[in-house]
């Protein structure tokens, strides 16, 4: 990367790229100018830190890219719009073999690509380890953006995408192991259901949140953010038979996988009791009157899942 320089590497990672539709001026400005056809623009961003949030050892460069940008991604589709471009800020180490980066910025265009984004700009610069950080933009398509806060009592709380997937696989390379290659790829790299935010919001949901730091506590947030309580019910909870089998070899109950793992990138909407559920979507519980969250009306003991800062 020493040898290759800043602007070397710019124009490495847009060489021969196909820019998404709405881009106006891409990379090679000051900035970039997309097209606002809804005259708002959904905006999230996030930062992958090595030895935090990835770690090469265990993921390649080109999983660490598709990952940090799936993230991102799934924000924006859980706000119910559409996503439409990527900016990647890309701080590396001078020594970082330009393949390491050609591979992360491969899997970051790969994975923008599902959704028909793009990476339209960002920045390059050194630092003594490798942090990513990407804004995803969206468009709403004339639909009003479904929040954290819009769920009333009465109504229906369902799932779509896989759940406790990314935390076997991360408990599986804690392990030392490799396999099943299904469950540990899941966590080097999530599926987040992309379509079924657009969909959802659609359909009438009342609320929404991307689950990325596990089922409990994403519930909590928004829970707390609506005023409402949050029931979940044990015996619709998604438990995986791949998640069993690891989790026997392991020692451990897989429902605390699903429960609290995050970094699957599901999504977690409420929605009226009127309202057919979208295909894709399953019924976890019900929303009630009340604060907090229970499971079969009792309280889970243990931690909610993950949040940064705390020991």
């Known amino acids: 990367m020493a040898e290759l320089g800043e602007f070397g590497l710019i124009t490495r990672i847009n060489a021969g790229r196909m820019l998404p539709p709405g881009t106006l001026l891409g990379p090679g400005d000051d900035a970039a100018v997309l097209i606002a056809a809804d005259r708002r623009v959904v905006v999230t961003t996030d930062v992958l830190v090595?030895?935090?949030?990835?770690?090469?050892?265990?993921?390649?460069?080109?999983?660490?890219g598709r990952k940090a940008a799936a993230a991102n991604l799934a924000d924006v589709a859980a706000m119910g719009a559409v996503p439409t471009a990527l900016v990647v800020g890309l701080a590396v180490p001078g020594q970082t073999p330009v393949s390491t980066v050609d591979e992360l910025t491969s899997g970051m265009w790969d994975e923008a690509g599902r959704v028909g984004a793009g990476i339209v700009g960002g920045d390059v610069v050194s630092s003594a380890e490798i942090v990513i950080s990407v804004t995803a933009l969206g468009d709403l398509q004339g639909r009003?953006?479904?929040?954290?806060?819009?769920?009333?009592?009465?109504?229906?709380?369902?799932?779509?995408?896989?759940?406790?997937?990314?935390?076997?696989?991360?408990?599986?390379?804690?392990?030392?192991?490799?396999?099943?290659?299904?469950?540990?790829?899941?966590?080097?790299?999530?599926q987040p259901p992309y379509t079924a935010g657009p969909q959802a919001a659609a359909a009438g949901a009342t609320a929404m949140i991307d689950i990325s730091d596990g089922l409990i506590a994403d519930a909590g947030h928004l829970a707390q953010a609506s005023g409402v309580a949050i029931d979940i019910e044990s015996a619709a909870l998604p438990v995986a038979p791949e998640l069993i089998d690891v989790a026997a070899a392991l020692g451990v109950d897989a429902r605390h996988w699903v429960l609290t793992g995050g970094e699957d990138h599901a999504f977690l909407g409420c929605f009226p009791p009127a309202v057919a559920l979208p295909a894709g979507w399953t019924r976890l519980g019900m929303v009630r009157a009340g604060s907090g969250v229970t499971i079969d009306d009792r309280p889970h003991e243990g931690s909610p899942g993950w949040a940064h800062f705390e020991s």
């Not at 993921?59 to 660490?64: F, G, K």
């Not at 759940?163 to 790829?185: K, Y």
């Open 144 to 190: 009003a953006p479904l929040t954290r806060s819009g769920a009333q009592a009465d109504e229906v709380l369902a799932v779509c995408g896989r759940l406790g997937w990314s935390a076997a696989g991360l408990a599986i390379l804690r392990r030392g192991w490799r396999s099943p290659p299904t469950v540990v790829g899941a966590h080097q790299v999530p």
């Open 50 to 64: 090595e030895g935090v949030h990835f770690r090469l050892d265990w993921a390649t460069p080109h999983q660490v």
